[in-house]
């Protein structure tokens, strides 16, 4: 069991659809069963909330799912959001009994709550079913908002235009109402021809900036992001333009009128093997979304999850430096299967790589690893020593970044049983590690020097 990030016992987390309100998350999300596996029993909507992500109140499934002869059997993702009525709830019915019948086996529906937690589905159906010459087979994940400037509701979902799934005609489409009741359709919001699906659209506002967040249907399998001056686009990406790597997916965000917390989901490997790929659904792990000067974002561990960490000791900051070999540094023999690591880094001009290895085993000398390639400015998770290959499937286990000579750069690493999270000026790695060599963490550095300074560790949280 996960002594901070989020996963019931029995089940596997799949979409989140937050919600944020003083101070206040509410994390309505799915629960996979695999039973049978890796993709079991229809699911509703299950709702826990928590206002520090170390603690969660669970009150169990929040939005039913409906019969296996109605067209929410499952429901799919949706976004939740309050008017001055109370909570509505827009979200995707698939029934795979209907797919199977070759009926439209995805189809917007609306709910209704006075409390966010008790919901009732509305009578009526929304005029929002696939439309002429989209795919009936996926159209889903809705996201809506209220545009101050037109004085109406934007709702913006996934789709793909034709039926064949390998051509990359994946598109967000859009529509509005007054009313949240009759909806207008307006056709493609944003098509650019990059990937067979997109999934788990939102747009919010911050500063003077739109960001359009999604999450790629495609072999990246990444949740990205692209801003704009108008809520209309023309949207563009920046250099970073990814929140974490392959093994972090589905997310969207949700203010709480302090801070915006990103959602997504770790996935989990088939048989547990860290050689094999992923599956669906997995462990809630967040991500704080802050803006940087520039007006790109970057994102950090919650506070509140940190400072659940007790029992904090200072570890030995190393100074090491290297000509044409590879040093490395101990800092601690046992971190358990629980940890908050921390430190200040800095390297000198010529430097190779450096890097974080964890979990290693003293003997054997077998570790997960971060690795920091200077020159190719880059992070990328691996397994050490990667032989035979392949240790490790890694793909998609990389993020940019800027890496440069005399400037510091503060690295947070959150390990909880399978899932070590890495955040480093921003940027933020996730990594499912299917196994446990051993309990050592280190500091290396090839070809060059590495400094450390505020090397800090705790093995333990206090709920």
């Not at 709702?155 to 529509?175: N, P, S, Y």
């Amino acid at each position: 069991m996960y002594q901070l990030y989020y996963q019931p016992e029995g089940i596997w987390v799949g979409d989140i659809m937050p919600y944020g309100k003083e101070g206040q998350f509410y994390v309505y999300h799915q629960r996979d069963t695999r039973n049978p596996g890796p993709f079991g029993e229809p699911f509703g909507w299950a709702l826990a909330t928590t206002k520090d992500f170390v603690d969660y109140k669970d009150y169990g499934e929040s939005l039913k799912r409906g019969t296996d002869e109605e067209a929410d059997q499952f429901i799919y993702a949706g976004s939740v959001f309050e008017t001055e009525a109370g909570f509505h709830a827009f979200y995707t019915g698939y029934n795979r009994e209907f797919l199977k019948a070759g009926k439209t086996s995805q189809t917007l529906l609306h709910a209704t709550s006075k409390d966010g937690i008790t919901w009732e589905k509305s009578k009526e159906a929304l005029e929002i079913p696939p439309q002429e010459g989209y795919d009936k087979r996926n159209w889903r994940d809705p996201f809506v908002l209220w545009d101050e400037e037109r004085e109406e509701y934007l709702l913006i979902l996934g789709a793909r235009k034709g039926e064949d799934k390998r051509k990359q005609t994946g598109r967000l489409v859009h529509f509005t109402s007054k009313d949240l009741k009759k909806w207008e359709f307006k056709g493609d919001f944003w098509a650019p021809g990059i990937y067979t699906m997109f999934e788990m659209p939102e747009i919010f506002k911050m500063g003077d900036w739109w960001y359009l967040v999604f999450s790629e249907y495609s072999e990246g399998n990444k949740i990205h992001y692209r801003r704009s001056k108008n809520l209309y686009g023309p949207w563009e990406a920046p250099f970073d333009d990814a929140f974490d790597g392959r093994a972090y997916y589905a997310g969207r965000t949700a203010f709480d009128g302090e801070r915006r917390v990103l959602f997504g989901w770790v996935p989990t490997r088939i048989d547990n093997d860290d050689k094999n790929a992923y599956l669906w659904g997995g462990t809630f792990v967040p991500h704080e979304v802050f803006q940087k000067e520039d007006g790109t974002l970057g994102v950090k561990p919650v506070d509140q999850m940190m400072e659940a960490f007790d029992g904090w000791k200072d570890l030995f900051n190393p100074c090491m430096k290297t000509i044409d070999t590879k040093e490395e540094t101990l800092l601690c023999e046992d971190t358990g299967s629980i940890a908050a690591f921390k430190t200040t880094v800095k390297f000198e001009e010529g430097t190779k790589e450096f890097s974080i290895r964890f979990y290693k085993d003293e003997e054997t000398e077998v570790s997960y690893e971060y690795r920091f390639f200077v020159e190719e400015n880059k992070v990328v998770f691996n397994k050490c020593p990667n032989y035979p290959w392949y240790q490790c499937f890694n793909i998609g286990l990389e993020r940019p970044i800027k890496l440069e000579a005399d400037k510091e750069y503060e690295i947070r690493l959150i390990i909880d049983q399978d899932i070590s999270t890495l955040y480093i000026n921003g940027t933020a790695l996730n990594a499912r590690l299917c196994d446990h060599p051993g309990n050592g963490l280190a500091l290396t550095v090839t070809d060059g020097t590495l400094e450390a300074k505020n090397t800090k560790i705790a093995t333990k949280i206090n709920k």
